[in-house]
């Protein structure tokens, strides 16, 4: 079993920027792949980026790409998410998920934090 748990949401204004945390626990030794995901109201839970074990290969969804960075420290168990040129449209949940499978899917994530709330006002 693996906990996480996010961090760094908040309400800022359009064009700010954003640093959300995700720390794991458990059984951290395995190689998981990590991502993160975010849900609007009223929308289902999408796609915001991953990232391969070593931080060396990742995929962006296409909203946020050039926007968002993510990242990972694996010596401290630590996944972020840097997010800059916010915009009301990023206004959601944010939630960090862990698999052992490079993928984009939510259905395949094992393990979901319990998420944070990004909130951008225009």
């Known amino acids: 079993q693996v906990q996480l748990v996010e961090s760094g949401g908040g309400l800022v204004q359009a064009g700010a920027s954003l640093k959300l945390s995700c720390a794991a626990s458990?059984?951290?030794?395995?190689?998981?792949?990590m991502a993160w995901f975010r849900q609007a109201p009223g929308k289902e839970r999408e796609f915001v980026a991953v990232?391969?074990?070593?931080?060396?290969?990742?995929i962006y969804a296409d909203s946020v790409k050039g926007r968002f960075t993510i990242s990972r420290d694996n010596a401290k168990n630590a996944l972020y998410l840097q997010m800059n040129s916010l915009s009301p449209e990023d206004t959601a949940v944010y939630y960090c998920a862990a698999s052992t499978y490079y993928t984009t899917s939510p259905r395949v994530y094992e393990f979901w934090g319990q998420g944070t709330q990004v909130t951008v006002s225009s």
């Open positions: 458990g059984r951290t030794s395995t190689r998981y792949y």
């Open positions: 990232i391969s074990w070593n931080g060396g290969n990742n």
